[in-house]
């Protein structure tokens, strides 16, 4: 997984020849849903210059990689008022595809948007690898909800091993952070992926790490007793 390369993160299947990529956008929204103008609208940087906009910076992507094996998903906790439906179908691990939720007129009008900004129509390629998702994640819980996932990720994988939830996903957290602004260096893939990646030796490790200073409780009784502390 690379902590940058990327707006948000890239999960590649090979940190030294990867064959298949994951390219995510994580934005969210406290106030209202998503409009085409909001997704598409390119803010002026401090040079007077166009920055990308949030899709165009996904879609970048895909004119770089357009022989490899990748997906671009947008993520965000909140539908669109013109168009992404705030359904069941939207819950799947690979998110659903855009153009799919979107109707003809709005597709196409995103579709000029994108090909204005990046110099290129690339229909193709987003229309068979972008997607979005709605992730039901409310703003003001976010720790919560995520060390929630952290505690359900031990217990099925972990098992026995009385990690402390709320510490290994502050630790993942600190490493995660660590790595982003990390200097990304000049090089090979795999330069870069021993920068600013998280492997599953990586993370093997500090799993091991963890086992080592557990508790004997288990994992959920500490999640339970913080809980009541309040």
Not at 204 to 219: I, T
């Amino acid at each position: 997984m690379l902590c940058e390369l990327h707006e948000d993160i890239a999960v590649l299947d090979c940190p030294d020849q990867p064959s298949g990529a994951a390219f995510y956008q994580i934005k969210t929204s406290a106030k209202s849903a998503w409009t085409l103008k909001k997704l598409t609208n390119r803010k002026k940087g401090s040079s007077g210059d166009a920055l990308p906009s949030i899709l165009g910076r996904l879609c970048a992507k895909a004119a770089q990689l357009k022989e490899q094996q990748v997906t671009f998903q947008f993520v965000t906790n909140v539908g669109s008022g013109y168009g992404f439906p705030v359904t069941a179908k939207a819950y799947d691990e690979s998110g659903q595809r855009l153009f799919e939720v979107l109707k003809p007129a709005e597709w196409e009008a995103m579709r000029k948007c994108l090909a204005d900004e990046l110099g290129e129509d690339l229909v193709d390629s987003i229309q068979s690898q972008l997607t979005v998702s709605i992730a039901q994640i409310h703003l003001d819980s976010h720790n919560e909800t995520a060390v929630g996932l952290v505690t359900n990720f031990l217990d099925q994988h972990v098992k026995g091993a009385h990690i402390r939830p709320a510490v290994f996903y502050r630790t993942l957290f600190d490493e995660l952070r660590r790595r982003t602004v990390a200097k990304r260096p000049a090089g090979t893939i795999s330069d870069v992926c021993k920068a600013k990646g998280i492997d599953r030796a990586a993370f093997d490790v500090m799993l091991d790490s963890a086992r080592s200073v557990a508790p004997a409780a288990g994992a959920w009784a500490h999640v339970l007793a913080e809980l009541h502390k309040d």
